[in-house]
């Protein structure tokens, strides 16, 4: 490895000098937004931002050295050297004649450690002081600003701290060229305020890799005993929520950061987009150029739906910068055995769903049905083929909707024949019940197609769903767990809440359809169960349904990529 500041391959790009700060804090995170493009706010990064305003305002160029010079001071200097292989914007820099000395600004407070100083901050100082010598000038110490404490500290550029730099330059150059990220680092204490943290799941993916160690079942109860707890790190829900435009005729716009939403000139509603987490259109309404060039600069993916809820496509920015991920996905989704290993989660997952939703829900669940689900539960789990899982599976699907009407209690007599439910159909359905599990089940898939785009999965490869034209397969996948969790939760609490009633339905010999009230009834409830707190059953701290749908997309990368064995299913008792 290359310490001695010798010029890096050609083909390598200059590595930002606040990239080497992110590597000597955190090689994961340095992988995750310097390999993978990957970028998440925090309140930390927020203030960040704003504390260096003033001096990102104006872009300076330094003069050249020169004794007789008068003292001066450049703000927002961009500077490269291809013999160093770095590059680094620096705040500030105090010229006098041929003496130059970085600033760099910080918001926080001085550190009460003796240093008063971190090593990522120090080498940051370091490498602009490298930098500053290869274009001519004599540079033997920085400064550190803090804002918190409105104090300078000095960063003297010792032969120790420029070794340690030009080490820390070479590894991470070594370590931007590389496809899969490093180890999270263990109960850290930089975890908690890292504006990574929900994609890196450092705590979530420390506890699979010990308790696959020990090789423990999943399912066993003593794995709480072998792994400290996850800490929870990642807030239970989102702050951004999605917006839904069903009408018809409606214009979407953006009038500055704010999306607006018009019918013939009549506002209707008006929403920030920072505050959005996606878009979905149902059918004919027209978005703005200029609003989707917004929302694809913002990362908000935004959903087109026919009028009657078919799920046709999204629009998103290029989120994940790289195919790393996917190179995998596509390796793995050729190896059978793989398939079947998480096909087997998948389906198991479903059925022990199904049978928790009919102990909840039904007044006398079946015993025999109890019994059926939970040994199909088992099956599943040692199935060698595809094929023997969808005909559990499918076996699995009749038991539990043959106990599905009982589940179904409509508020008053009169209706009760509104909601009869004598079995699963579709395309079209042909009664209110099945009208509205199709449409759920659609949100469901927009919702995961949504989630393997942000993780950089491509939703149409899957492992238990095979691949056929415009189905998203993968979606399709990681949602069966959550099909009665969610969707079929949701049909029973409208039904039985009297929430909707036989009018929202239109019912022909051509199949059922849901009015727009209807649809805006189930949006309503999908989205307050998705907003709803649920107990992960592996790592044991509650979260919204909405956050653990990026969760497990996120826990299926790592078994990708070799992190973790297996995919741990979401289950619920």
Known sequence: MNTNGESPSAAQELL????????????????????????????????????????????????????????????????????????????LVEVDGDVAV??????????????????????????????????????????????????????????????????????????????????????????????????????ETNFLRERESVEQPPDSAATATTSREPRRLIPSRDDAQPVYVQGQGYSVTRSGDVLVITDKGKKLREVLVKDISHLAIFGNNQVTTQLLQTLCGAEVPVTWFSHGGWFYGMLQ???????????EQFRKADDPLFCVQLAREFVAGKISNCRTLLQRNHSAPPEDALRDLKEAVATAREATTLETLLGIE???????????????????????????????????????????????????????????????????????????????????????????????????????????????????EAGCAMTPAARSKLIGAYERRLDSLVTHPVFD?????????????????????????????????
């Open 16 to 91: 930002p000098v606040r990239m080497l700060n992110e590597f000597a804090y955190c090689p994961r995170l340095f992988h995750f937004e310097r390999v993978d493009g990957l970028f998440a706010d925090s309140a930390d990064t927020v203030e960040g931002r704003s504390v260096h305003r003033r001096v990102d305002a104006v872009e300076d160029v330094l003069p050249e050295p020169d004794g007789e010079a008068q003292p001066e001071v450049a703000r927002s200097v961009q500077l490269g050297s291809e013999r160093l292989g770095l590059i680094a914007k620096i705040d």
């Open 102 to 203: 970085p600033i760099d600004t910080k918001k926080g407070r001085v550190p009460d450690i003796p240093e008063q100083a971190y090593e990522p901050e120090r080498v940051q100082v370091c490498a602009q002081g490298l930098l500053l010598r290869e274009h001519g000038y004599r540079c033997d110490h920085g400064f550190l600003y803090f804002a918190g404490s409105r104090r300078r500290v000095r960063v003297e550029l010792t032969p120790e701290l420029e070794a340690r730099t030009r080490e820390l330059a070479a590894a991470a150059r070594a370590a931007a060229l590389l496809t899969a990220p490093p180890p999270p680092l263990i109960d850290s204490p930089k975890c908690p305020r890292c504006s990574l943290v929900g994609i890196c799941l450092p705590d």
């Open 317 to 327: 920015g290029f989120g994940l910068r790289n195919a790393f991920v996917r190179r």
């Open 394 to 508: 499918g076996n699995a699907a009749r038991i539990y909707f043959g106990s599905f009407q009982a589940m179904l209690k409509p508020k008053g007599a009169e209706a009760a024949p509104a909601f009869d439910f004598n079995g699963r159909n579709r395309r079209p359905p042909r009664d209110p019940v099945n009208a509205m599990l199709s449409f759920v089940y659609s949100l469901l898939s927009k919702d995961f197609t949504i989630a393997c785009m942000a993780v950089g999965l491509d939703p149409y490869l899957g492992f238990y769903h095979q691949p056929r034209h415009g189905r998203p397969a993968l979606a399709l996948d990681l949602m069966e767990e959550f099909r009665p969790l969610v969707g079929d939760s949701v049909v029973l609490t409208l039904v039985n809440n009297g929430e909707v009633v036989a009018d929202d339905f239109v019912v022909t």
């Open 541 to 573: 701290y509650r979260a919204s349904y909405r956050r653990i749908f990026e969760i497990q997309a996120r826990l299926l990368t790592r078994v990708l990529q070799g992190e973790v064995r297996s995919y741990p299913s979401f289950t619920t008792r």
